[in-house]
């Protein structure tokens, strides 16, 4: 089985929502799947989640992300790619 080519985001929401996290970080295939995702919440909550791990009211997406160009035509998202290291290192903290 052929490695898939994965990459990291982090994607900063601003919303009045309080059950919906502000900060999300994501490990992405090539296919755009995720694989491992890090929410932050106002009040201070984290949430993982992975194939093996669910933590809070974090899940994978069950659909693909879209490109980050079309999560960031939303003015209330602001995403950018991270380093495997800078999402590893924030893993690490919780796992």
């Known amino acids: ?3 898939h080519k994965k990459s990291w985001l982090k ?3 601003t919303h009045a929502f309080k059950d919906e996290p502000i900060l999300i970080y994501s490990e992405i295939r090539g296919d755009g799947s ?3 995702k890090i929410e932050y ?10 194939k093996d791990i669910e933590i809070g009211p974090t ?7 879209p490109e980050m160009s079309r999560i960031n035509e939303d003015p209330q998202f602001e995403a950018e790619f991270i380093s495997e290291e800078e999402f590893d290192a924030l893993w690490d903290v919780y796992v």
């Open 11 to 13: 994607v900063k929401w």
């Open 34 to 36: 995720e694989t491992r």
């Open 1 to 3: 089985m052929a490695k």
């Open 59 to 65: 899940r994978l997406s069950s659909e693909p992300l």
């Open 41 to 50: 919440f106002a009040g201070g909550a984290v949430g993982l989640a992975s």
